[in-house]
């Protein structure tokens, strides 16, 4: 079953509290919405029920993210809406991490994953799903979706970099994926 949660308190035209961005479980959907920059991604990464399921909790666990390189701080052992995270990349005095929420988890039979939407103090506005999918022909499918702009100064100065950067890190977290379920 597909979860799609709103927060609470929305105003028409507005995001939900916490939130910078008013279309909150948008990845959720065929049309993603208009003003953002769009990433889709899918690419196979294995194939049978076991690779699935061994993804789906790489995904929902943070493993995945964790061994791309990047680093989760939560509380949260896993994805579930309203969890809180800061997803973290670089070392020392050159790390960066951005705020993220929780909006969505995907649980059904063929498909599992998570959106997470862009908190204050994002360098982005939007949001990111990641989801595993098991095709009827056995194959195990990753995809990546997600709607984005610049909310702040120096990511509208990178202007065409981000989605390059965006399209990168999608096909990164493929690659990992990939190893993960293999291993």
Not at 81 to 94: D, E, I, N
Not at 130 to 146: H, N
Not at 147 to 164: D, E, H, K, M, N
């Amino acid at each position: 079953m597909t979860r799609l949660i709103r927060s609470t308190g929305t105003t028409p035209g507005g995001p939900p509290p916490g939130l910078t961005y008013p279309e909150v479980g948008a990845t959720g959907f065929a049309v993603l919405p208009d003003g953002y920059h769009h990433l889709r991604h899918r690419e196979p990464i294995g194939r049978g029920r076991a690779a699935f399921e061994a993804a789906g909790t790489a995904v929902t666990t943070w493993r995945m993210h964790r061994a791309s390189g990047a680093r989760v701080h939560t509380d949260a052992v896993r994805a579930a809406p309203g969890v809180r995270l800061r997803v973290a990349v670089g070392a020392g005095r050159f790390a960066y991490a951005v705020p993220c929420e929780v909006v969505r988890t995907v649980s059904e039979e063929r498909r599992v994953g998570f959106a997470y939407g862009t908190l204050a103090g994002h360098p982005e506005c939007g949001e990111e799903a990641f989801v595993v999918e098991l095709g009827s022909d056995g194959t195990v499918w990753f995809e990546v979706t997600a709607f984005s702009r610049p909310a702040r100064w120096y990511t509208r100065l990178a202007g065409p970099l981000v989605p390059v950067v965006q399209r990168w890190y999608a096909r990164r977290l493929g690659r990992t994926l990939r190893k993960v379920t293999r291993g």
